[in-house]
């Protein structure tokens, strides 16, 4: 299984960002699939940003759960995520994985990341 | 929610064991047996070392282990090689939400 984050390096301060993880080596719309975005800024510690469930359901670090949303794009084979009103703050390494859950919880596959630079 | 509390850095020589400390919640840690460790090498995504406490899975030495005691979850690494040397994060579950670690720094002398 592989995860391969996309989307644009450069964000406006107060625009959008948004990212694609796309999954490759296994069908996301076959079997069931779990998923979450992590980030770390630069020099920094990991902060974990979200997870969404088989089922269509999400889950949000509180302190961004008001500018966020992942969602799924099962034809595709992809999972999103959008961050609303970015801030310099939000400049970090964005990281998606697979999330495997039941009785378990850890991410085993991970994508290499992608740089996301806030700057006007 | 706040992030789990680790040591920010480690050290050992060659072949001597480390342990590293990960200190949480009753609602997080200690309430659930879902703490995970990455190890993450500069400039690489983290890789997973030890999942659900202490299983490791494929292919990481058996020179990794982890425990846990109330709400604290340890990482040790016995018999430390050069390429041991690399940040460590803990991860726990915590009902609605995940939590990681401030990360600590394995430097092998």
């Known amino acids: 299984l592989q995860l391969q984050e996309s989307g644009p390096g450069l964000v406006k301060p107060s625009e959008t960002l948004s990212l694609t993880c796309t999954v490759s080596?296994?069908?996301?719309?076959?079997?069931?699939?779990?998923g979450g975005w992590i980030r770390q800024p630069p020099g920094k510690g990991l902060e974990w940003i979200g997870n969404?469930?088989?089922?269509?359901?999400?889950y949000y670090n509180p302190s961004l759960k008001s500018r966020v949303t992942i969602s799924v794009d099962r034809s595709k084979n992809q999972f999103s995520l959008e961050l609303r009103s970015v801030t310099a703050a939000d400049t970090a390494v964005y990281y998606c994985?697979?999330?495997?859950?039941?009785?378990?919880?850890?991410?085993?596959?991970w994508g290499q990341g992608t740089l996301v630079t806030v700057s006007s | 929610q706040s992030a789990l509390t680790q040591p920010r850095s480690v050290s050992g020589s060659p072949g001597q064991s480390v342990t590293i400390s990960c200190t949480g919640t009753?609602?997080?840690?200690?309430?659930?047996?879902?703490v995970s460790w990455y190890q993450q090498h500069p400039g690489k995504a983290p890789k997973l070392m030890i999942y659900?406490?202490?299983k490791r899975p494929s292919g990481v030495p058996d020179r990794f282990s982890g425990s846990k005691s109330g709400n604290t979850a340890s990482l040790t690494i016995s018999g430390l090689q050069a390429e041991d040397d690399a940040d460590y994060y803990c991860?726990?579950?915590?009902?609605?939400?995940?939590?990681f670690g401030g990360g600590t720094k394995l430097t092998v002398l």
């Open positions: 009753s609602s997080d840690v200690g309430g659930y047996n879902y």
């Open positions: 969404i469930y088989d089922s269509g359901s999400t």
């Open positions: 994985a697979r999330l495997t859950v039941g009785v378990t919880y850890y991410f085993d596959y």
């Open positions: 991860c726990s579950y915590a009902g609605r939400y995940t939590l």
């Open positions: 080596g296994g069908s996301i719309s076959s079997s069931a699939f779990y």
């Open positions: 659900d406490v202490s």
